[in-house]
């Protein structure tokens, strides 16, 4: 019985990590991050990564290659505070976007990765929020993302 669990979990790992080579080395974080949402701004949606927890927020992107191109990461916090984000081991810039609830407050643009930076900038919102969505860098042009745009989120 022992010999058929273990069969099982080294075929398990197999299949994961073909599926990973097949990608291109590129991994979804919607298994290990384990939910994922979506949101709506100005009529377009955006697949979400939630980052919830305190290791999920820790992580963010940092590692990963890319993104899908209508996806992103929402970090959600349990109060109001003016968090500050940064690009440490982040390998493609990306817009940070800080929300209070449903509405965007402070945006940046085309942060760049920690590659293309020698010192580390720390982006913080000028007001409390408690939601910040990260974005390929450009979105936030083209989806006519600015201070006041109003984003609708499902399943958070």
Known sequence: MKKI?????????????????????????SLPFGKTSTAEVNGNKLNLIVAKSEKDRQKGLSGRKSLNQNQGMI???????????????????IDIIFIDDETVVYVVKKAPSSAQVPNLIIYKPDEPVN???EINAGLADKFKIEKGTKIKFKDL
């Open 131 to 133: 939601r910040v969505l």
């Open 75 to 93: 970090f959600i916090f349990d109060h109001k505070d003016s968090y500050g984000f940064w690009m440490k081991d982040m390998l493609f810039p």
């Open 5 to 29: 669990i273990l069969v099982y979990i080294v075929l398990v790992i197999a299949v994961i990590l073909l599926a990973v080579v097949k990608a291109g080395g590129s991994f979804n974080f």
